[in-house]
């Protein structure tokens, strides 16, 4: 669970993001963002998981 904290300042604005937990490591198969999703620029896009969940993967360059 990731939560995002932003400060604006006068000389220009910081970004923190604060985790609350890992886990452990794993290897997907990132399929782009389609239809009214494709416009999210905040995520990578999405990754079918073994349990048959959907996660979806932030891009941290767009965040930062």
Same mark, same amino acid.
């Given at each position: 669970v990731l939560e995002l904290a932003r400060e604006h300042s006068?000389?220009?604005e910081s970004v923190g993001i %604060?985790?609350?937990?890992?886990? /452990? =490591?794993?290897? %997907?198969?990132l399929k782009p963002l /389609? =239809?009214?999703l494709a416009g999210l620029k905040h995520y990578a =896009?999405?990754?079918?998981?073994g349990?048959?969940?959907v996660m979806l993967?932030?891009?941290?360059?767009?965040?930062l």
């Open positions: 006068a000389a220009g %604060v985790v609350d937990n890992f886990r /452990e =490591g794993m290897e %997907v198969i /389609e =239809g009214v =896009g999405a990754a079918l998981l349990d048959g969940s993967v932030i891009n941290l360059k767009e965040l």
